[in-house]
């Protein structure tokens, strides 16, 4: 086969078996789900919501602990890491490893998305089915991303949203030109999910209403609603994982108040477990009495201020529920949680105009938008959450206010951070790709494959006949002067000497009278952009490269980091 033909088998095998791994997690988690909420009695399910989400985080931080040796790198971030540390090669456990955990923390009631884990595994598959044909970088990074793709594909049947993931968040920084593989295996694993998962599973809302200009300004206010909600989800996040940073104890102490805190939120509020796409499909059905009645306030004479203040409660909390779910041990994404999250918003919107006397409200469509606003501006991807949406309610005539709502929403996240703050750690150490190519490549450049350990030295006390047998028999033009302890005292350069080369004493001209500090080092520990500022700032072409400890190890020069990043940039865009 050609390349190309090799390439396209590969994203249908790819495409089937991600998509296959996704149906099973989302199968295997509905029935849990279906019988915990239809099947028993709401007195017997608050036994289940008190003891089933404490029971999820635990067991899989065991599980991690037991069987996986505690690896804590999970969800989207994961897979930028070994696209831009490590040559797109992912561990072949994974491929498994987080069906496991998700479906025990999501099965068992937390308040966590699977799309994450299954753009994983889909991650995985593709990288590991690379591997085995031993496929180079690009083609390497295409099969994983076309694993992912399928991967979400399957989990919404929403082929396109699967590709636009792919490249607004999986693939930036990396320049493709050839992406058939990405559409082949986002259709097959779309196929997989439309032929075996049962309707009622699938991300479906079958309830819309046609657009109508005169409707554009809810959207422009509920875009403005869902961009605040969206930071504010992500700041509660990141404090909460703070939080549990400083938490001094084990990772089964965590999980276990990670466990009691979201077990408590389960029983106040029942649509905190688990995906909650059930809610936001009764939502959009205008079936709120349905999520009223498996609650506390079936008790309770229901008027619809209570109801908006359940619904605030939910908005509010769920921002609390995702992080104590994913930092406290369980395995999970914001996938989920921010369609949730977002359809609740849009919900608790439509009924507040109506409160307030406003005529004919798109109660379904601020619902959809919703979903797609909040989305937008959590994970940063606007594309993905415009198709996402359009595609799970057929709703293509939608575009216009999901474009209204997913723009808003994702500029003002924009002007807060401009990169999501779930990845801006790992962006900030060089550790994944950002839209500024120049840095990824850098990133992939380190300072000790590029240091000349074989450097010509010299101590202070040697004289300047020991210099000259070194440049007669040695090919450097940069020397470094050492002390007994191998700590740096200077730099020597042919032009420093040049005056004194043919001196009629030599012997007589001690090196600590000609050497010079040099312009600065760079430690060993520094990462590329360091040292290329470094470089940039004194204008030298050679740097002295020392230990933790001080120790002269070697020189790097700028011409051996301009020849390396030559290669990479000539790999990287063949």
């Known amino acids: 086969m050609s390349r190309t033909q090799f390439l396209i088998l590969s994203g249908i095998l790819v495409g089937i078996t991600s998509g296959l791994a996704g149906v099973a997690l989302k199968s295997l988690v509905h029935h849990i789900h ?5 099947k028993i009695h709401f007195e017997y399910q608050i036994l289940f919501y008190i003891i089933f989400p404490f029971l999820g985080i635990v067991l899989t931080t065991a599980i991690v602990i037991s069987f996986f040796k505690g690896q804590s790198r999970k969800g989207i971030g994961a897979i930028l890491y070994e696209i831009a540390q490590n040559s797109s090669i992912v561990s072949p456990v994974k491929m498994y490893s987080q069906v496991f955990q998700s479906a025990i923390t999501v099965g ?5 998305g699977l799309e994450s884990p299954i753009a994983v595994t889909g991650a995985a598959i593709g990288s590991n089915f690379a591997q085995t044909y031993k496929l180079n970088y690009k083609e390497r990074t295409l099969l994983l991303a076309a694993g992912a793709t399928a991967g979400i594909a399957s ?4 082929p396109i949203a699967g590709i636009m993931f792919a490249f607004e968040i999986l693939l930036t920084g990396v320049v493709f030109t050839d992406f058939i593989p990405l559409v082949v295996a986002a259709i097959c694993g779309s196929l997989v999910s439309k032929i075996i998962l049962q309707e009622d599973a699938l991300f479906r809302f079958h309830a819309r209403e046609p657009f109508n200009y005169l409707n554009t300004l809810y959207y422009l206010a509920l875009g403005l609603l869902t961009a605040f909600y969206a930071r504010y989800f992500l700041l509660i996040s990141q404090k909460v994982e703070h939080w549990f940073q400083r938490i001094k104890g084990s990772k089964m102490q965590r999980a276990m108040v990670g466990g009691i805190l979201l077990s408590i939120l389960c029983v106040l509020l029942p649509p905190l477990f688990g995906e909650g796409y059930d809610a936001i499909k009764a939502f959009s059905n205008g079936q709120v009495s349905a999520i009223l009645h498996n609650s506390f306030l079936r008790y309770f004479d229901v008027n619809e201020w209570t109801v908006i203040l359940f619904l605030a409660l939910i908005c509010i909390l769920k921002a609390f529920a995702t992080p104590f779910t994913i930092f406290g041990g369980g395995n999970g994404g914001n996938f989920a949680p921010s369609l949730f999250a977002g359809g609740t918003l849009g919900y608790l919107f439509a ?6 006397g406003f005529e004919q409200v798109p109660e379904t469509n601020l619902v959809l938008a919703g979903m797609a606003g909040v989305m937008s501006g959590v994970l940063y991807a606007p594309l993905t959450a415009i198709f996402l949406i359009a595609e799970s309610s057929f709703g293509y005539d939608l575009f216009i206010p999901l474009m209204i709502v997913s723009v808003i929403s994702y500029l003002i996240a924009k002007r807060f ?5 779930d990845l801006k750690p790992l962006a900030d150490e060089g550790k994944i790709f950002t839209r500024a190519h120049d840095k990824n490549l850098l990133s992939l450049l ?4 590029l240091i000349d350990k074989q450097a010509q030295r010299l101590s202070p006390g040697d004289s300047l006949s020991t210099l000259l047998e070194l440049i007669k028999t040695g090919n450097k033009n940069i020397f470094a002067v050492v002390d007994t302890a191998g700590q740096l005292c200077g730099v020597l350069t042919l032009d420093d000497i040049r005056q ?16 010079k500090p040099p312009p600065t080092v760079i430690h060993i520990n520094d990462d590329m952009f360091q040292a290329v500022k470094a ?11 020392i230990s933790n400890d001080e120790t002269f190890i070697g020189f790097i020069s700028k011409s051996n980091i301009l020849l390396h990043y030559r290669k990479l940039m000539q790999a990287y865009s063949e």
Do not use: R
Request: net charge negative; proline share 9%; with cysteine.
């Open 500 to 515: 004194v080369l043919f001196a009629p004493d030599p012997g007589s001209i001690k090196i600590a009278s000609l050497m």
């Open 417 to 421: 951070s401009p990169i999501s703050p």
């Open 155 to 158: 989990a919404f049947n929403a």
């Open 351 to 356: 009924l507040l105009c109506k409160l307030a």
């Open 535 to 545: 470089f940039d700032e004194t204008g030298a072409w050679q740097l002295p490269v």
């Open 108 to 112: 068992l009631g937390g308040s966590a």
């Open 34 to 38: 279906y019988f915990i909420t239809h």
């Open 446 to 449: 380190h300072i000790a494959d």
